[in-house]
């Protein structure tokens, strides 16, 4: 045992020393889990980024109050029941505002800013930044007409009655799409783009970066087997029926997580896939073997003897000694020179 301990520092020294590097592994990854409690039942999910850290903060909305219960940063009292949360980046700075819409007379309640109305009854808001200036538009679909109403912008005919409206950025152009998903058919009609049938009747829409960083991909959550089914991806089990899907970057990982809130016990259950692939580089190669310098010393240059040298006699220090050591600089024969002086 000691002797293996004395080779693997002897080969660690030599390795720094000479400027080679272990080889990396290649394609490796490892999925991360976390299970938090932040909430209680009736409590509404409302995950975002609330601190411009580009990370999702787990975060619930609790309607019989109107407070806002954000991990990390406390509570805040903003809205009120029959509201509907609506966080997001309203104002470009990089953090999602605490904001509602308010059904009863179409009112969208942003701190900080003045109350807009903009919807009727009926409406869902649906607010995402459609012009792709980093901030988040006012907008709405309107069940029964198909039509959506972006604030700013123009009213648009996209989708019918049963559809579930799902903006998000599909084709990497830093601009929300206008897209539906028909939970009948199991289709998803995204604006520009071609109709894709991925799902099936009762699944849960759930489009996230879970395979690039730069574009959503359309996903479902089938709440019956708790799997996650990501077009051009891999299907996931991850939760139970009961639970409220959520998306976003939780773990600061480079794609979107898995992730369910589960009401039953007001519990996260977070899972991520973590890429800790390492691109190889070439080590520069060791120094050629100088005229001179005994080869029971490499890394460093000492002569031959003689005369006989002592470790006061040169400046190196903590070196690499292989046998026969002519100069007797590692006399505990640990392999390592020149320890102390």
């Keep these: 045992m000691v002797r293996s301990v004395r080779v693997a520092t002897v080969l660690s020294l030599l390795v720094s020393m000479l400027g080679l590097a272990a080889a990396p592994s290649s394609g490796a990854t490892r999925v991360i889990t976390s299970t938090i409690g932040w909430g209680t039942q009736g409590d509404v999910p409302v995950a975002a980024n609330f601190f411009g850290d580009a990370r999702s903060d787990l975060a619930v909305w609790r309607p019989s109050t109107g407070v806002w219960h954000v991990r990390g940063m406390g509570s805040v009292a903003w809205g009120r029941a029959g509201d509907i949360p609506v966080a997001a980046d309203y104002t470009g700075d990089g953090r999602a505002d605490l904001a509602v819409f308010r059904p009863s007379d179409g009112g969208w309640y942003i701190r900080g800013r003045a109350m807009v109305r903009w919807g009727v009854k009926g409406d869902r808001p649906v607010a995402a930044d459609y012009t792709g200036d980093g901030r988040a538009d006012i907008a709405v679909f309107r069940p029964s ?19 579930l409206p799902k903006p998000a950025q599909y084709v990497g152009d830093r601009r929300a799409d206008l897209a539906v998903f028909r939970p009948s058919t199991g289709q998803w009609f995204v604006r520009g783009a071609s109709t894709f049938a991925w799902g099936t009747a009762g699944d849960v829409p759930v489009p996230a970066t879970f395979l690039s960083t730069s574009a959503n991909s359309l996903a479902v959550w089938r709440p019956g087997t708790g799997v996650w089914f990501v077009r051009g991806g891999s299907s996931i089990a991850w939760g139970r029926a ?6 976003g970057n939780f773990l600061g990982t480079a794609v979107a997580d898995h992730v369910v809130w589960r009401p039953s016990n007001g519990t996260w259950y977070i899972r991520g896939v973590e890429n800790y692939t390492a691109t190889p580089t070439s080590p520069p190669p060791p ?3 100088s005229a001179g310098c005994d ?3 490499p890394g460093v240059c000492i002569p031959p003897p003689p005369p006989d040298l002592d470790c006061g006699d040169i400046t190196y220090r903590r070196f690499v000694v292989l046998p ?3 100069h007797n600089f590692d006399s505990d024969s640990d392999g390592i020179g020149c320890e102390t002086l």
Excluded at 151 to 158: E, H, L
Excluded at 242 to 247: A, E, F, I, L
């Design 145 to 163: 007409t198909g039509q959506w109403l972006v604030r700013g912008g123009s009213t648009t005919a996209w989708g019918r009655a049963g559809d």
């Design 242 to 247: 009961g639970d409220v899907p959520q998306t």
């Design 287 to 289: 120094p050629p073997p």
């Design 295 to 297: 080869s029971a010393y």
């Design 324 to 326: 026969a050591d002519p």
